[in-house]
């Protein structure tokens, strides 16, 4: 009943003349993407030649490790090890998570209950667990999926539970109003008008995933990528070690970076504006 | 609350009643937590057919009568009547439209359009030409596939009522519609409420905070006063039937009411 | 929520969880988790032994180290990247690189650089904090309303008085980063310790492993986890008040 400030441009044009500047833009960016990188390659050439560390290879032999380990086949391996409790660890925190916080957020009594549990989950290290999951499911993919799960799943769960408790209060009440039911509530309204920030959610919860995975290859048997890492740290072929650990970093950077530009395509209009 | 006492607040102002109610109001009250009062025992009927204001300063607790009428929120005491069934939440014979529009940014204009027949279980081809014509109806013809944020705040209001007015209701409940869209918008939108009202034959209950917008599209405004909520007036402004809206900024009547209802108000605004 | 009519507390749920764990280790229904009455008994030999004692020196030094080189490189990092285009526009990809990239795998090449020792653990802390850090204070110096800036312009205020605007306008933001990385620290404190494991509560957390001490395990964890909690929340108090003062920004 009070006045709102929310003043509307008379005619925010639908068709401003906004794809090139956009491109422009992109191009720019992408220009300082290159020089930044550049920049970064040298100064590791340049700190890998000054020698500072017996340890320390040069960014070109890094680079030529990593071609070689890709042609004899032991890259791609590792990487066929390491994806394989990932993506059930991320598959069932996916499920889990979402219905959990989607039932938390629909739900007092279930927030009430299970928040806490997520809460404690997220700010907690849960890393420290990962031994003892060890000590109790052995050094197989239990423990690795579990340790996934764990790093995962409270992310995802929070996210979701967050998504459903910023739903527009006038969207559920336009449901109400036009007597939409409980059910067509939840699925026209709220999980339609969560699903951005879910996706987000998921964001964060593969980029928590991978740490997971590469945190269980490192202390719980050497498998995969962390198998490589271990392996040519130990014969001291720093150049091959620093391959793969700067591959797994890349590799989990493209992959969160692919969900974050799903996400613009998928929901960019609905960012821009709800009301 | 006993009806001795729900007499004693009724119809302040000698008007006349309302020969064919269409919603009444009586003895409603609402209390938020243990003291906010934000309506004290209202007693009121709306006309069918004509397009009546609940005007106030903020908290008099005018959405709030709306949204009870509406069947949103529940009152603490008193009851709706709807052509002369007792609300218990919302139904057909009403329909909303937001102030901040509500409408889904994922749905396209058509699907916004069509919410509500949606709800009611509309089979897809015939809710689709029913909010066809409604969205030409509003003036948003070829449109149809856009979406909110491609539409200006006057447009997307637009579709809001096309949605409201595609479910056939046969009163139209308004909360502040325009009170987001700017003035140029705002004006042409009060023009083609009148239109609609001619054609559409609905009643109208529309919560506003802007005294000009009352005294200019109702047929009757219920001036409100807050803390606690309670009717303090009632009046018919009696513009001249047919008038021009640009002769009406400037008639006499018209600049009268506004005055006599802004000294009414000013006291609780200062 | 409310039951039968009380307004229960809001993490009191935690209580049931925690009966709950009880029944599940008394009935040894999953093998991860002991009886919650063991791990408390185990809590009192834990705390008193003399090793975990030197455990927690040695994890809050390492872990204030981090922190506070976190903080000192992370908040003029942010500055600069939120006042000078350029720097925000080479520096930008990489934080953001670093903020959702899997930090442990980096940890094997600051054992090598650094030994494995407390510098270690320290660098993995500091990794682990100070990206949240940067984007937080450069989004803070974003999002200062232009005409701020140009009020005191136009008052007149000397370099080093739009400065101390900058920064105290900017405050809420660098805060909020800083209780982030607070959190994210903790986690890299004891990942960084766990690879390690040799030092700290990497350490005795080896041991109760290597000794199938699995209430010694959980009493350590609990520890951890209800520090890191405590943490969290004594950081977000402080973040209030502050934002008390910097009074609401739109």
Request: hydrophobic share 50%; aromatic share 10%.
């Amino acid at each position: 009943m009070s006045y709102s400030p929310t003043a509307q441009p008379a005619f925010a044009g639908p068709r401003r003349d906004a794809p090139t500047i956009w491109s422009r833009i992109g191009e720019v960016t992408l220009f300082w993407k290159i020089l930044s990188v550049v920049i970064f390659a040298a100064l590791w050439e340049y700190a890998g030649r000054t020698g500072f560390n017996f340890s320390f290879p040069t960014f070109s032999a890094t680079v030529s490790a990593f071609f070689e380990m890709v042609a004899d086949g032991s890259m791609g391996a590792a990487y066929l090890r390491t994806l394989e409790p990932l993506v059930i660890g991320l598959a069932f925190s996916l499920i889990v998570g979402i219905s959990a916080g989607v039932a938390m957020g629909l739900r007092r009594d279930v927030e009430w209950f299970t928040l806490p549990v997520f809460i404690v989950m997220q700010a907690a290290p849960m890393a420290a667990l990962i031994p003892l999951i060890t000590f109790v499911y052995g050094i197989g993919l239990a423990s690795k999926v579990l340790a996934v799960v764990m790093l995962s799943l409270p992310v995802i769960a929070i996210n979701s539970y967050k998504a459903v408790r910023n739903v527009p209060p006038s969207l559920v009440s336009m449901c109400h109003s036009f007597m939409g039911n409980r059910r067509q509530q939840i699925f026209q309204i709220v999980i339609p008008a969560a699903s951005p920030m879910m996706f987000a959610g998921l964001r964060l919860g593969v980029a928590e995933g991978f740490s997971g995975v590469v945190l269980a290859e490192l202390l719980i048997t050497p498998t995969g990528i962390g198998d490589l890492i271990t392996y040519h740290r130990s014969v001291a072929n720093f150049a091959h070690m620093y391959a793969t650990i700067a591959s797994i970093v890349l590799f989990a950077i493209i992959a969160v970076s692919t969900l974050q530009w799903i996400e613009a395509k998928l929901f960019r209009p609905e960012k821009r504006s709800s009301k | 609350m006993s009806l001795a006492l729900a007499k004693k607040y009724e119809e302040p102002t000698p008007v006349t009643k309302p020969s064919n109610p269409i919603i009444e109001v009586r003895g409603v009250s609402k209390v938020y937590g243990n003291d906010v009062v934000a309506l004290d025992n209202i007693n009121i009927a709306f006309e069918t057919g004509h397009l009546t204001s609940l005007l106030g300063p903020s908290g008099c607790g005018k959405t709030t009568l709306l949204k009870i009428v509406a069947g949103l929120l529940q009152p603490t005491a008193g009851e709706v009547l709807v052509k002369g069934k007792p609300v218990t939440g919302p139904g057909p014979e009403r329909a909303f439209v937001f102030q901040d529009f509500a409408l889904m940014p994922w749905a396209s204009v058509m699907d916004n359009a069509a919410f509500g027949l949606k709800m009611q279980g509309v089979p897809r081809s015939e809710r689709e030409d029913k909010a066809r014509h409604y969205i030409a109806e509003v003036g948003l013809a070829g449109f149809e596939k856009k979406y909110p944020h491609e539409l200006s705040g006057g447009m997307r209001q637009r579709v809001g009522l096309a949605r409201a007015l595609a479910v056939n209701a046969d009163v139209l409940l308004m909360d502040e519609p325009f009170s987001a869209v700017d003035e140029q918008t705002r004006r042409k939108f009060q023009e083609d409420l009148f239109r609609l009202r001619e054609v559409e034959k609905k009643t109208f209950l529309f919560v506003t905070h802007s005294i000009e917008e009352a005294v200019y599209v109702s047929d009757r405004i219920i001036m409100l006063s807050p803390r606690p909520g309670r009717i303090s007036e009632i009046i018919d402004p009696a513009i001249p039937k047919g008038i021009n809206p640009d002769d009406l900024r400037r008639n006499d009547v018209y600049l009268d009411t506004v005055e006599q209802i802004w000294q009414g108000i000013r006291k609780y605004v200062e | 929520m409310t039951l039968f009519g009380f307004r229960m507390p809001k993490m009191a749920s935690l209580l049931v969880w925690v009966i709950i764990w009880e029944i599940i280790g008394r009935f040894e229904l999953v093998m991860l988790f002991p009886p919650f009455t063991e791990v408390l008994a185990a809590l009192g030999d834990v705390v008193t032994s003399r090793s975990f004692g030197e455990a927690m020196r040695i994890t809050v030094q390492s872990y204030l180290g981090g922190l506070g080189l976190a903080i000192a490189i992370g908040i003029p990092l942010g500055f600069l990247m939120g006042l000078v285009p350029a720097a925000d526009k080479m520096l930008n990809m990489w934080v953001n690189t670093f903020l959702s990239a899997p930090l442990s795998a980096l940890v094997p090449v600051f054992m090598i650089l650094f030994g494995l020792g407390t510098p270690t653990v320290i660098v993995t802390v500091f990794m682990f904090a100070v990206w949240i850090i940067v984007l937080d204070t450069r989004a803070g110096v974003l999002s200062i309303s232009p005409s701020l800036m140009e009020m005191s312009r136009s008052f007149g205020a000397s370099r080093a008085e739009r400065f101390k605007m900058v920064l105290l306008a900017a405050l809420p933001e660098i805060l909020a980063g800083i209780r982030l990385g607070m959190i994210r620290g903790v986690k890299g404190v004891v990942i960084g310790q766990l690879l390690v494991s040799i030092i700290g509560v990497g350490a005795l957390f080896q041991l109760y492993q290597q000794n199938f001490l699995m209430a010694h395990f959980w009493a350590l964890v609990l520890i951890l986890f209800t520090i890191a909690l405590t943490l969290a929340e004594l950081v977000a108090k402080l973040e209030k008040r502050v934002e008390y003062y910097a009074g609401v920004r739109s």
